[in-house]
């Protein structure tokens, strides 16, 4: 079994909280650890647990499968651009989008 990629993960986690403007102390405090766990986990010195990556995530309101998208092997290179754009779109936009696939479905 192959080990999951921590460094990538925790990019993941960095890049997607600047991108929302939030700092690190921001995330701590909603999630109820130190920022230097936060700073621990952006940086791949400790692997962030199920459970912590699951609150962080709540608070950047994103899926987990964005944060590990590079794990799946059968991701199509679409889909993680695809990802990628929605992760910046508020809900407002994602639900739009959501109107807009859903149409082109029909």
Same mark, same amino acid.
């Given at each position: 079994?192959?080990?999951?990629?921590?460094?990538?993960?925790?990019?993941?986690?960095?890049? @997607?909280? &600047?991108?929302?403007?939030? @700092?690190?102390?921001?995330?701590?405090?909603?999630?109820?650890?130190?920022? =230097?766990?936060?700073?621990? &986990?952006?940086?791949?010195? !400790?692997?962030?647990?199920? @459970?912590?990556?699951?609150?962080?995530?709540? !608070?950047?309101?994103? =899926? !987990?499968?964005?944060?590990?998208?590079?794990?799946?092997?059968?991701?199509?290179?679409?889909?993680?651009?695809?990802?990628?754009?929605?992760?910046?779109?508020?809900?407002?936009?994602?639900?739009?989008?959501?109107? &807009?696939?859903?149409?082109?479905? =029909?």
């Amino acid at each position: 079994m192959q080990e999951l990629n921590f460094e990538e993960i925790g990019k993941n986690i960095r890049d @997607t909280r &600047i991108q929302r403007h939030y @700092t690190q102390e921001y995330i701590a405090n909603k999630i109820g650890v130190n920022v =230097s766990h936060i700073s621990n &986990i952006e940086n791949n010195r !400790v692997k962030v647990s199920l @459970t912590t990556l699951v609150a962080i995530c709540n !608070v950047l309101d994103l =899926s !987990v499968d964005y944060i590990l998208r590079k794990e799946y092997m059968a991701v199509d290179a679409i889909d993680q651009e695809i990802m990628k754009e929605l992760s910046s779109c508020s809900p407002e936009q994602k639900e739009k989008i959501l109107n &807009i696939i859903q149409i082109l479905h =029909s």
